[in-house]
């Protein structure tokens, strides 16, 4: 099993810099990458600042929250990205993801292990040809990683079972819950709530119920976020984007349509809470 001491977070969005806290709050020392400045410089005021909330409420001292803050590197070179395990957090394209793992392996050691925090996206067509296939998995993330217990390990036609292993071990030391699951589309989490996304887009959509309505009902039944809300929090790009993708990979089911009011959001920047307006205004 990989001795992991050293993490590398490649994308510091709200996804990466979540996963780059977690990491460095449990003793690792994490580089986080982006090669947008001012996303690095973003990155590091929201970590601050979740640090500082913290401490705020006791749950960390200063010092803990110094110490925390001070084993992340934020680097906007990628001859930095050297560790024991990357976890890529970037744009949902295909094509970027392979391209930066193949150079992420041509300057890292055989040992190292790769991950993608891909919501949707086929690890197996990530892992493809790259020159360590076999040390390819899929670790996923939910926002805000922080706070979101679960965490999927998806394992690949070719991901060796040792790195499953440490990716299991891993995981749990972070205290977060692993699940291993198949590399299927959506995985299992995004697959199962496609249809609370589509469906409630769809009576929006059909009927001119608001979303505010929408999110109050279903929140009524036991859910502990509406749909819109919830769509919001995570981004209508990210949403709509995973939405494509698992329609796609299932052949086009009439029943997984993206929604076009989703569509449009996405086209006019409406994107949540990251743009101030989304489904709602904030």
């Given amino acids: 099993m990989s001795s992991i001491t050293t993490i590398v977070v490649c994308g510091a969005g709200t996804m990466g810099n979540g996963i780059a806290q977690v990491c460095a709050s449990k003793g690792y020392q994490v580089v986080l990458f982006d090669l947008n400045e001012q996303v690095l410089e973003t990155a590091k005021k929201t970590i601050q600042k979740n640090l500082d909330f913290l401490t705020s409420k006791g749950k960390l001292s200063s010092e803990e929250a ?17 560790g024991d395990l990357i976890i890529e957090a970037i744009v949902e394209k295909l094509e970027i993801k392979r391209s930066l793992f193949s150079q992420l392996m041509d300057q890292n050691k055989p ?17 493809k040809e790259l020159p360590f296939e076999n040390r390819v998995a899929g670790l996923h993330f939910f926002n805000p990683a922080p706070l979101m217990p679960l965490v999927e390990i998806v394992v690949a036609e070719k991901t060796d079972t040792t790195i499953i292993e440490s990716l299991d071990a891993f995981t749990r030391s972070l205290g977060k819950t ?27 959509e059909k009927t001119g119920l608001g979303f505010d309505l929408l999110d109050e009902v279903l929140e009524s039944t036991g859910f502990k976020m509406g749909p819109f809300k919830l769509m919001d929090l995570i981004g209508n790009d990210i949403n709509y984007a995973v939405s494509c993708s698992v329609y796609e990979q299932l ?14 959001k996405v086209a006019s920047g409406e994107l949540g809470k990251k743009t101030g307006k989304g489904y709602y205004q904030y």
């Fill in 251 to 264: 052949g086009k089911p009439e029943r997984l349509k993206p929604s076009d009011i989703q569509k449009e």
């Fill in 111 to 127: 040992t190292t292990i790769y991950c993608s925090n891909t919501s949707s996206l086929s690890i197996k067509a990530i892992a």
């Fill in 178 to 204: 692993p699940v291993q699951c198949i590399d299927a589309p959506g995985f299992i989490v995004n697959h199962v709530a496609r249809p609370y996304y589509i469906e409630s887009l769809f009576l929006a």
């Fill in 66 to 82: 110094n110490t925390i803050h001070q084993r992340i590197h934020y680097t906007g070179s990628l001859t930095d990205c050297i």
